[in-house]
């Protein structure tokens, strides 16, 4: 599966993916009213991108992570804190405590796990008016536009996937479809809070970026090599080595109906 090639490049991974932002993990805390003692529950946590903002606000923070070497990564950056703890379990498999969580969280992976099961699971392991958080991201125009706008062709070349004029669209155009949890049986008051940001990137450190996305993992090897080396060149030729990448975070609470 796909969603298993984060866990080949668990170091890199931890290395290049950017944290979150500072306000949108303020925004969360402030929604599921978060404070020392508070159970969370964090589904894919990586390699604990969100789970230690969540640790150092002395949150008792339980994580299952599918993958074991992301799961290393994930206990060393939380060896400071310990009410956290990393468990490496398929969520949709995992057994739930009879506890329930007053957080139950999901960042940029919710899309990863069964349709059918995720919702009734993370009711389940929710207190009634507990919260349920999702963060998604998306890759929206701005940074160095004509760079995203030239590298298409590179793609065109190298993944006969990629949909020929594809572009990066407005964030004004940009949203998260809501309706799954909407129109759910288990959750109500659903609020949508939205981050953006700009990253520069030198050249080495956005190739990194994309070494760990599961669309690039898995061409083949000559093909993603030829890529990386086409955008290398674009990098280093026409935008001095640098660029700059326009991230959109959006975050998704819902309560837990009683």
Avoid at 98 to 120: G, I, N, S, Y
Avoid at 157 to 181: F, G, I, M, Y
Avoid at 189 to 210: P, Q, W
């Amino acid at each position: 599966m796909l969603r298993d090639t984060f866990d080949e490049v668990a170091e890199l991974y931890d290395r290049a993916r950017p944290r979150y932002p500072e306000g949108l993990v303020d925004d969360l805390a402030r929604a599921a009213g978060l404070g020392p003692g508070s159970r969370v529950l964090e589904i894919a946590p990586g390699t604990g991108q969100l789970t230690v903002p969540l640790a150092a606000l002395g949150c008792a923070v339980t994580a299952v992570e599918l993958g074991p070497s992301l799961a290393a990564v994930a206990r060393h950056n939380l060896r400071t804190f310990p009410l956290a703890e990393v468990t490496v379990a398929d969520f949709e498999h995992w057994p739930l405590p009879a506890e329930p969580f007053d957080l139950v969280v999901c960042a940029t992976a919710f899309h990863w796990l069964d349709p059918a099961m995720r919702l009734p699971r993370t009711a389940r392991a929710l207190r009634p008016g507990g919260l349920l958080a999702l963060v998604t991201t998306h890759h929206v125009k701005g940074g160095t536009v004509d760079f995203f706008e030239r590298v298409q062709r590179c793609y065109e070349r190298w993944d006969p996937a990629t949909p020929p004029d594809l572009r990066q669209v407005d964030e004004a155009d940009t949203a998260t479809d809501t309706r799954e949890l909407e129109t759910s049986e288990y959750f109500d008051g659903v609020t949508v809070r939205r981050h953006a940001r700009d990253i520069a990137y030198s050249v080495d450190e956005y190739l990194d970026v994309l070494l760990t996305y599961s669309g690039h993992r898995a061409l083949d090897a000559a093909s993603r090599d030829g890529l990386l080396a086409d955008i290398r060149d674009l990098v280093e030729t026409r935008y001095g080595g640098r660029l700059t990448k326009r991230y959109l975070h959006e975050l998704i609470t819902a309560t837990r109906v009683s």
